[in-house]
């Protein structure tokens, strides 16, 4: 579980300006157009940044091709999108700020004695937003809601990262 924390702070956030109503409906909208897609998405994390595949003690130095249909890859990517699932359904109420801002910082300090860096979060941002661009019906409206969003847990995940 070591980049669940990098995901869950990529994705949604409630901190310094909330996303509304409406901007969490375009990002719930569009996550449940890929969160069936749990392999595909934390492969293309790996792809994207093998730096953050050697996070994972049971995936660092394999191939990607290798791992990715294996049973342990499928639960370990299945636990992250559903822990992202679940952050993501939060959003958008604002008496759910308190609930979302205490999961991530959870999980954000859990991480941070991990050594995931503050440049590996924002290396997952661009793989994320990549993948949802290239996946999900994507236009400047849902742009701007994922980078509200991401903004906002970039904004928790710097409050509890040491590097």
């Given amino acids: ?11 949604v956030g409630a901190i310094a300006s909330p996303l509304t109503a409406d901007e969490a409906s375009l990002v719930q909208s569009s996550w449940k157009q890929v969160s069936h897609n749990e392999a595909d998405i934390l492969a293309a994390v790996f792809a994207a940044y093998p730096d953050i595949q050697a996070k994972f003690p049971q995936f660092a130095g394999k191939d990607l091709a290798s ?10 990517a299945t636990r992250i999108v559903s822990f992202l699932s679940e952050v993501i359904a939060l959003s958008g109420n604002p008496s759910n700020e308190a609930a979302v801002n205490n999961l991530v910082t ?8 991990r050594g995931v860096t503050k440049a ?10 990549s993948y949802l ?10 742009a701007a ?8 847990t970039m904004a ?3 409050k509890v990262m040491a590097h």
Avoid: P
Avoid at 120 to 129: I, S, Y
Avoid at 145 to 152: G, H, R, V, Y
């Fill in 1 to 11: 579980m070591k980049f669940f924390a990098v995901l869950a702070l990529c994705v």
């Fill in 67 to 76: 791992i990715k249909d294996t049973a342990a890859f499928a639960i370990h």
């Fill in 106 to 113: 959870k999980l954000g300090t859990d991480h941070n004695g």
């Fill in 120 to 129: 590996q979060f924002g290396e997952f941002r661009t793989a994320l937003v």
């Fill in 133 to 142: 661009s290239n996946h999900v019906s994507w236009g400047d409206n849902v």
């Fill in 145 to 152: 809601a994922w980078s509200k969003a991401l903004d906002n």
């Fill in 156 to 158: 928790i995940a710097s």
